[in-house]
C-alpha cells in the first residue's frame, strides 16, 4: 500500500510568482486536506477536498486553491506569493466513510520558501 | 469551536526517565483528540487517537495518552524515553461533527522533545 506523496519536497520561488504543489492520496482514500505549517507553529487547515469538491476552508485567502482529481490526487495553488507563504506544506489524506472521517495520513511536505 | 493548548514549546528528559507531554482542549462537541510526532524535515505521523471509546489510549513505540474529560486533558505519556523520542510532537482536536468538513484538525503549536544520554 503506497503512502501519501507529495512533490516537489522543495521549491524557491519570488514574491509574487505562482505555484502549484502536488499530492497523491493512499490508497482507498477519497479526502485530501492541506494544511500549512510555518516555522514553529503548528500545522494551520487551509482547506479540504472531497469527491472532487472543496467541502470545507480555513482562514486563508482566495489565493490559495486547490483541485482534486477523478483519482483522488490533488494539487495546491498559490497566486501572488508573498514571503509570509514560506512554510512546509503538509497533505493529508483520509478515508470517508458515512459522514465520519477516520484519521489523516500525512505526507512528507513540500518547503516553499519565498524570497 | 475547538482548540488546543500544549503547556511547554520545550521539554527535556534523560534516557530512561518518564516522558509527559501536556496538551489541553477546547470543543463545543465530544472531541476526537490525536497526537502526532515530526521528525526534522518529515511529515507528521500518527502515534495515537482517541474517539469516544476507552479513555486510556496506548499507541505506537510505547506511547499512551489519557482522556480526562473533567480537566479537558489528553497528556502524552512514555514510562522511559528513548533517544529515538526526540522529536516534535503535536496535539490536535478534530472537528468530526461539524457537518461539511470532514475531520478538521485543530493543532496545537508542537512540543520539542529532548532526549539526554
Known amino acids: 500500500e503506497t503512502g501519501v506523496t507529495q512533490s516537489p519536497t522543495h521549491l524557491i520561488k519570488t514574491r509574487g510568482q505562482q505555484v502549484t504543489l502536488r499530492c497523491s492520496s493512499q490508497?482507498?482514500?477519497?479526502?485530501v486536506s492541506w494544511y500549512q505549517q510555518a516555522l514553529g507553529q503548528g500545522p494551520q487547515f487551509i482547506f479540504q477536498y472531497y469527491r472532487e469538491e472543496e467541502n470545507g476552508r480555513g482562514n486563508f485567502p482566495p489565493r490559495f486553491s486547490g483541485l482534486q482529481f477523478p483519482n483522488y490526487s490533488s494539487e495546491l495553488n498559490v497566486n501572488a506569493l508573498e514571503l509570509d507563504d514560506s512554510a512546509l506544506y503538509l497533505c493529508a489524506s483520509s478515508r470517508e466513510v458515512g459522514r465520519e472521517s477516520y484519521e489523516q495520513y500525512f505526507g512528507p511536505g513540500t518547503r516553499l520558501t519565498v524570497t | 469551536a475547538q482548540s488546543v493548548t500544549q503547556l511547554g514549546s520545550h521539554v527535556s528528559v534523560s534516557e530512561g526517565a518518564l516522558v509527559l507531554l501536556r496538551c489541553n482542549y477546547s470543543?463545543?462537541?465530544?472531541?476526537?483528540l490525536f497526537w502526532y510526532v515530526q521528525y526534522p524535515n518529515q511529515g507528521l505521523q500518527l502515534l495515537l487517537k482517541?474517539?469516544?471509546?476507552?479513555?486510556l489510549v496506548k499507541g505506537i513505540n510505547g506511547f499512551e495518552a489519557e482522556f480526562k474529560k473533567s480537566e479537558t486533558s489528553f497528556h502524552l505519556t512514555k514510562p522511559s524515553a528513548h533517544m529515538s523520542d526526540a522529536a516534535e510532537y503535536f496535539c490536535a482536536v478534530s472537528d468530526h461533527n461539524r457537518g461539511s468538513t470532514l475531520g478538521r484538525l485543530y493543532f496545537g503549536r508542537g512540543t520539542q522533545l529532548t532526549v539526554w544520554p
Open positions: 470543543s463545543s462537541v465530544p472531541p476526537y
Open positions: 490508497s482507498g482514500h477519497n479526502t
Open positions: 482517541y474517539t469516544s471509546a476507552a479513555t
